[in-house]
């Protein structure tokens, strides 16, 4: 058997006794002198971190992004270059429940990734979900305190969520993939990820590009009914998290075909849709998916909490050649989780091991809580600029200037928008079975709610299609 290493105190110095407390006499008191006994209890009692706000349930893992295709006309992105296999860590989450939910709930599942590329970090932030339920960030708090506890009874309130959704026409294209088949995946092998928002493409003559990113799964999908799901949190509440890590720990690695939409930069000014719109997609038919490459996912990680509660993932991390759009609820992303993070982790979270950049990293950011290690520069060069060959700027990744226009103000975001057209597409792909369906779960999560918000919320699905309306309508009659 192999010699076991000494337990040590944080300090490095070896502990005598990790059993019995120094008392005063073997019936005790203990006394305050007992420093590894009082680091123990202190360590312990900070154990947790502030959870996510949103995404607090979460399953994570590690693998490989390989391009298979010759997109650079497009990006010169290294990372989208053919031939490029770059590492990753992938975490999915629910949106609502806290850390410790039941993995098989109905809700929307995240679907980040990072891309540990030469030129930094490539974070893709998204959904199971092409689109989102609100288009403006000044709505998403408050979209997020109705999915989230009553402030009397601490309970999720169907009221909150109807009378909001009926509130906001622009939800019901998300509402009605979160109440299909699809809104409940086995786990999350077995769904789509999507990058939902528009991003840039930049290539090497500094073209612009406008871009979606969608990750089709190659396990198929699967998906639970609310009855089978509630047989399953009966027996584990664990089931992603098992699902997940015994696949990648029995060599069954989940893949996904990693895909792009792409629309020249000037197509955005006479699209009938706003392409900047998150609650709306780009049809197939217009701008068809091109393969890009694979999504590989093949390591779990070793220390759950060091790994994957500490992932940090941003909208704002990109590397030259993707960018960012004029999406409004992306740019209020692009703030939202560095700050975040700073809350949640402290102020230098990215030079935690799982953030760290596989590159070099140079920049002028000092002291503040978790300031590990040097930043990279010189010892003299600690302002910029310095004689002390301190790192500069390089301007050759500039991106090209965004072409805007118009005068500031707050726009009415519902004025002339139309929150049916696509909804409508998507109800009409359901079968007569995934129709039915979608009437039962949308009467389910209705129960308790006040007629009057069902009847504003029954004249949306009556816009979208009679049929729909008159389905949830049967499906109320009946429960
Ligand atoms: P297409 O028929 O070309 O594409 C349909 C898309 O819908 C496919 O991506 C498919 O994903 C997905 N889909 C199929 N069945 C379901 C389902 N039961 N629940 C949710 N998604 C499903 O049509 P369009 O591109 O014109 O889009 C029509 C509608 O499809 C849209 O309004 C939107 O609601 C939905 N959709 C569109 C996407 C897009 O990017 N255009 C992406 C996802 C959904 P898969 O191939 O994995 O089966
Ligand atoms: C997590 C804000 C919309 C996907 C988070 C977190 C915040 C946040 C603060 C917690 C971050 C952390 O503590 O680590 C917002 C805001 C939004 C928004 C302000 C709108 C303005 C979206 C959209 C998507 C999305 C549209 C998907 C397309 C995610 C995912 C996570 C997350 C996947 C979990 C990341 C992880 O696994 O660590 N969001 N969000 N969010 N959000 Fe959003």
Not at 56 to 62: L, M, N, T
Not at 268 to 278: C, G, I, K, R, V
Not at 324 to 334: E, F, G, N, T, Y
Request: hydrophobic share 35%; charged share 25%; with cysteine.
């Amino acid at each position: 058997m192999n010699q076991k290493p000494t337990l040590t105190t944080t300090g490095g110095a070896p502990v005598p006794d990790n059993q019995n407390s120094i008392t005063a006499g073997p019936r005790g008191p203990v006394l305050l002198q007992d420093y590894q006994l009082i680091e123990k209890l202190a360590h312990q009692n900070r154990e947790r971190i502030a959870e996510r706000v949103v995404h607090a349930k979460g399953w994570g893992a590690y693998g490989t992004l390989t391009i298979e295709n010759d997109i650079s006309k497009y990006t010169k992105a290294k990372v989208l270059q053919p031939g490029t296999k770059t590492e990753m860590l992938a975490r999915f989450s629910t949106v609502a429940g806290e850390a410790g939910a039941a993995d098989a709930e109905r809700d929307v599942r995240g679907f980040a990734l990072k891309f540990y590329t030469e030129e930094g970090n490539w974070d893709m932030v998204g959904n199971n979900t092409p689109v989102f339920f609100v288009r403006d960030a000044f709505k998403f708090p408050d979209f997020i305190h109705t999915q989230k506890r009553h402030p009397k009874t601490n309970l999720r309130s169907p009221t909150a969520m109807w009378d909001f959704w009926s509130l906001s026409p622009e939800s019901l294209h998300q509402v009605t993939i979160l109440f299909s088949d699809r809104g409940l995946p086995t786990d999350v092998r077995h769904m789509n990820g999507y990058g939902s928002h528009t991003y840039s493409f930049i290539n090497e003559k500094n073209e612009r590009f406008w871009v979606k990113f969608h990750f089709k799964t190659q396990q198929g999908h699967q998906h639970w009914t609310n009855a089978e799901a509630e047989e399953v949190v009966g027996k584990t509440r664990e089931s992603t998290q098992e699902d997940l890590f015994y696949s990648i720990e029995k060599g069954e690695f989940p893949k996904w075909n990693f895909e792009v939409q792409i629309m020249p930069e000037t197509d955005a000014d006479e699209t009938p849709y706003n392409p900047f719109d998150l609650t709306k997609v780009w049809p197939h038919g217009d701008y068809p998916l091109i393969h890009v490459g694979t999504l590989e996912l093949n390591r779990n990680p070793e220390n759950y909490f060091a790994e994957i509660e500490q992932a940090a993932f941003s909208p704002s991390n990109v590397v030259p050649g993707i960018g960012h759009s004029p999406d409004k609820m992306l740019q209020a992303r692009i703030f939202s989780y560095a700050d975040a993070h700073r809350h949640r982790l402290g102020t230098h979270y990215e030079a935690l091991p799982v953030n760290e950049p596989r590159c070099p990293v140079h920049h002028y950011h000092k002291d503040g809580s978790m300031h590990f290690k040097s930043n990279g520069c010189p010892v003299d060069a600690y302002y910029e600029p310095n004689s002390f060959n301190g790192p500069v700027e390089r301007p050759d990744v500039a991106e090209p200037p965004l072409k805007i226009s118009g005068d500031a103000a707050r726009y009415d975001h519902r004025e002339g928008n139309d929150d049916y057209s696509q909804p409508r597409a998507l109800f009409r792909l359901f079968d007569d079975g995934q129709k039915s369906r979608l009437f039962s779960n949308i009467a389910a999560a209705m129960q308790g709610v006040p007629q009057e918000i069902v009847d504003r919320q029954l004249k949306h699905f009556e816009l979208v299609d009679p049929a729909y309306a008159e389905g949830v309508r049967a499906a109320l009659n009946a429960s």
